[in-house]
């Protein structure tokens, strides 16, 4: 049905993000203020949806449309009353219960235009060409009804894109989880404000490409603030400033990088040499013996060295900042080799093996970033991954309040966290990062932009958004299986050079 890809029209996105309930209530606070009516918005988001169809699917002449019965819903009736106008074949099923005025005020419009409304049991035009998805909006909790589930699935095998109203149906809008059966969307036409669940943790395998409208609320948005934010490539330029034409290496940061256990010399010469391609002045990875010479082989820019207590000690004394973990193991020599950095005061980063001694020695400090994955994230909550991924938002904020500083949860809608409270959600990356390496290769890069003088939280951002346009660009070139983690390199140095990206693009 859908290529399980998430794309949206860059320009019509906003970069604030609202949790799902407060943006309902703030929705009637919204109207009241500019003196609007909730049925007026929701004629606006009727006409916005109908013109995304319209658009994306001008050919389409019979639009099979499912009303729930909520207000999401009611946009249904809006929908199906404009395309009936515009000449347009409508089939539209409904549920049986009461609604929300503004929503019956709609389903009474439809009726007077000489509107039918089928029951959902009725059986289904088989020439619509275009599926409209009403039947359920931002308030899901749990899995939707056995009779909505059974539309749902049918609408996902019916030979007809489909277009969700706000949101698709069955995916929660706080967190992006999909309790049980979930429409597959080919477009989603949002309203007002992005919602979290639209762009983290299930979202990309059922939003399709997304659109959102403020149904002329900008301008009260614009006056509001809120603290989970979107982020994407179009902000690189913000962090990536061109560099001063008398700057030298000892301007961009001294970074040393620890791990590399027996077998995992790839590990720490990927986190090394990402850290290189992101701008590090200096890089050092201390790792074992036998992983110096295949490292300066393949990377000469490194400086290696063997990990020694005499080594660690002086090094701590040359760096700006440390990143520790990658291939570090978690036998007395990668336990060694942490215990000294809990008296190392300058940034530090911790990954992989570094964040599972962390879950057997809690520890909280604030000159940290970590970065785990959801299983990483488990042991140190002490919980079940299921458990992560049922609130992303929540369980990054839990890590943060457990262990400080700044934190990176990866995954599909990668959440940044901080001890201020703000979120952000990384729009950015694809399913070609699904293969190893790639973690160290972030850890790599959020390292250097730590040495080059970013606070934590702004170095995981742009780190993260690096990360993921790096991929992007390659994924646009060659599709995204086969992706290595190496390959990031050759389009890491245009994304972090956005100066020269837009010389180039114009």
């Known amino acids: 049905m859908t290529d399980h890809t998430l794309t949206r029209i860059p320009q019509s996105i906003p970069h604030s993000i609202w949790p799902a309930d407060e943006l309902r209530r703030a929705e009637k606070t919204a109207a009241q203020s500019l003196g609007i009516s909730l049925y007026e918005l929701m004629l606006r988001a009727g006409q916005a949806a109908f013109d995304v169809a319209r658009t994306a699917y001008p050919a389409a002449r019979h639009w099979l449309i499912l009303c729930g019965h909520g207000n999401n819903g009611g946009d249904g009736y809006v929908v199906a009353r404009l395309a009936v106008a515009a000449g347009i074949r409508v089939t539209l099923l409904a549920q049986a219960s009461a609604l929300p005025q503004e929503a019956l005020s709609a389903r009474e419009a439809w009726l007077a235009a000489d509107g039918v409304i089928h029951s959902t049991a009725t059986p289904w035009p088989q020439d619509a060409d275009l599926i409209i998805d009403g039947l359920l909006g931002t ?24 277009i969700a109203l706000d949101i698709p149906s069955g995916l929660n809008a706080q967190t992006g989880t999909t309790p049980g059966a979930v429409v597959h969307a080919h477009h989603t036409i949002t309203f007002i404000a992005l919602k979290p669940g639209l762009l983290t943790g299930k979202a990309r395998d059922v ?62 010469r990927m986190a090394g040499e990402a850290a290189l391609r992101a701008g590090a002045g200096l890089v050092k990875v201390l790792t074992r013996v036998e992983n110096i010479v295949p490292i300066i082989t393949a990377r000469p820019e490194l400086m290696v060295d063997e990990l020694t207590p005499q080594s660690l000690d002086e090094s701590l004394e040359w760096a700006d900042v440390v990143v520790i973990g990658p291939g570090l193991g978690q036998a007395a020599w990668g336990k060694q080799a942490l215990r000294k950095i809990d008296n190392f005061r300058k940034p530090t980063l911790w990954d992989a093996d570094a964040l599972n001694l962390l879950a057997i020695n809690p520890d909280k400090r604030h000159n940290r970033v970590i970065t785990p994955h959801p299983g990483e994230a488990a042991r140190l909550l002490n919980c079940k991954v299921a458990e992560i991924e049922n609130d992303r938002l929540l369980s990054a904020q839990r890590l943060v309040q457990r262990y400080g500083g700044v934190v990176v949860l990866k995954g599909a809608g990668t959440i940044v966290a901080d001890e201020r409270g703000v979120n952000s959600i990384i729009d950015a990356g694809n399913a070609g990062m699904a293969s190893g390496g790639m973690g160290d290769v972030l850890s790599g890069i959020i390292g250097a932009l730590l040495g080059q003088a970013l606070s934590p939280y702004d170095a995981a951002c742009a780190g993260c958004i690096a990360h993921g346009a790096a991929a992007d660009e390659l994924a646009a070139r060659y599709g995204t299986r086969g992706m290595l983690a190496t390959d990031l390199f050759s389009t890491l140095r245009r994304v972090v050079n956005p100066d020269v990206i837009d010389v180039n693009h114009d």
């Not at 690189?236 to 001063?244: D, G």
């Open 139 to 162: 308030g899901l909790q749990n899995a939707p009804r056995e009779n909505v589930a059974s539309l749902i699935e049918q609408a996902n095998h019916f030979p007809a894109p489909i």
């Open 207 to 268: 939003v399709g490409q997304l659109h959102h409208h403020a149904l002329g609320l900008e301008a009260w948005l614009s006056q509001q603030s809120t603290n989970i934010h979107r982020l994407d490539a179009s902000q690189l330029a913000q962090w990536f400033t061109p560099r001063r034409p008398t700057s030298h290496k000892g301007d961009h940061g001294r970074l040393v990088v620890i791990g590399g256990d027996h077998g995992t010399a790839g590990a720490i």
